[in-house]
């Protein structure tokens, strides 16, 4: 797992893909067409550890903040009460995405 401040050189240096899928995080009104493939992806480069738990639902552990998410049922893309929960983690973990799109 990273360190808080190597998390923040991640999110620094992160690829375009990743800033648009963090900056859609963030961004009002919550969006519901992130998909969930994006979103692992965003949590591996920024160096969550995620292990499955009970049926859709898995953990994720990042900056030594612990929390549970909730993967999408029957689509790829997460729901906007997935996409609140996410930024909530997000930024509990120390990380806070655009500073523009913040409400």
């Avoid at 620094?12 to 994006?38: C, G, Y």
């Avoid at 998410?69 to 997460?78: D, E, I, K, M, Y």
């Avoid at 909530?88 to 799109?101: D, K, T, Y």
Wanted: no cysteine.
């Amino acid at each position: 797992m990273l360190s808080l401040n190597d998390t923040r050189a991640a999110e620094r240096t992160m690829s375009q893909k990743h800033r648009r899928t963090l900056d859609a995080i963030f961004t009002e009104p919550v969006s519901s067409n992130i998909h969930w493939r994006e979103i692992e992806s965003l949590l591996n480069s920024l160096g969550a550890r995620i292990q499955s738990g009970h049926g859709a639902r898995f953990r994720v552990a990042l900056n030594g903040i612990e929390g549970t998410l909730h993967r999408p049922h029957h689509t790829g893309s997460a729901s906007k009460q997935d996409v609140r929960h996410l930024r909530e983690f997000l930024l509990r973990s120390g990380i806070i995405g655009h500073p523009a799109n913040h409400t």
